[in-house]
């Protein structure tokens, strides 16, 4: 069974510029949760997605938003890129949420973005 | 507010020696507690879990940790350290606060010298 994939990998933007990343779950799981992961901070939630609805959201400001469509794939964007926004953004998946009962996370790669 | 302490934010050990990974948590009631590995470019891979069984809780490539609720810690454990196990190290705390969340430490990047 293929694993959580995310597309791109990398990306390079400039500030004020805005980014769509990318995640596929893996088959026959429909929940996707978001992470920001940045050096001496860890990960920070952002927020998870079950059918096509946002069920959790973390501490960040509106410029950061996502979506799920209905086969389960979810993209997070960010628009007015800043400078602290360069990270690594993990995606996780699950079978049900994660704000319910227990089901244990799966995490892609990520995709590491560099604002300039 | 519920929060995860990882004790050191880089670990040394030679091939051979004792693992020792540090991590305490703050949390009104019993949490679930997980221990994640992350290899360069990738993501992270669970190691462990305690969801309140046995306080022991033994993980994957040898790796075990001990839930002491009186001391507030989990911290991770492996008796004899391999090149192989040279990652960054997550703490985690999956709590209630109106719906279940997950806290992640900061992380432990962890070298193992020859």
């Known amino acids: 069974k293929a694993g959580v994939t995310q597309t791109p990998r990398y990306l390079i933007k400039t500030r004020g510029q805005q980014v769509t990343l990318s995640c596929s779950p893996i088959s026959g799981h429909r929940s996707v949760s978001w992470y920001q992961q940045t050096p001496g901070q860890g990960l920070q939630f952002l927020f998870e997605?079950?059918?096509?609805?946002?069920?959790n959201k973390g501490n960040f400001p509106g410029r950061f938003s996502g979506r799920q469509f209905s086969n389960s794939r979810s993209e997070m964007n960010v628009s007015t890129l800043e400078l602290g926004d360069s990270a690594l953004y993990l995606c996780?998946?699950?079978?049900?949420?994660?704000?319910?009962?227990?089901?244990?996370?799966?995490f892609g790669p990520g995709t590491r973005l560099t604002v300039l | 507010a519920q929060s995860v302490t990882q004790l050191g934010s880089h670990v040394s050990v030679s091939e051979g020696a004792l693992v020792l990974l540090r991590c305490n948590y703050s949390s009104s009631v019993p949490p679930y507690l997980f221990w994640y590995v992350q290899y360069p470019n990738q993501g992270l891979q669970l190691l462990l879990k305690y969801t309140s069984a046995a306080t022991l809780v033994k993980g994957i490539n040898g790796f075990e940790a001990e839930f002491k609720k009186s001391e507030t810690s989990f911290h991770l454990t492996k008796p004899s350290a391999h090149m192989s196990d040279a990652a960054e190290y997550f703490c985690?705390?999956?709590?209630?606060?109106?719906?279940?969340?997950?806290?992640f430490g900061t992380g432990t990047r962890l070298k193992v010298l020859a």
């Open positions: 985690a705390v999956r709590v209630f606060s109106g719906t279940y969340k997950y806290i």
């Open positions: 996780a998946s699950s079978l049900a949420p994660t704000s319910g009962s227990y089901n244990e996370q799966f």
């Open positions: 997605y079950f059918s096509e609805t946002q069920r």
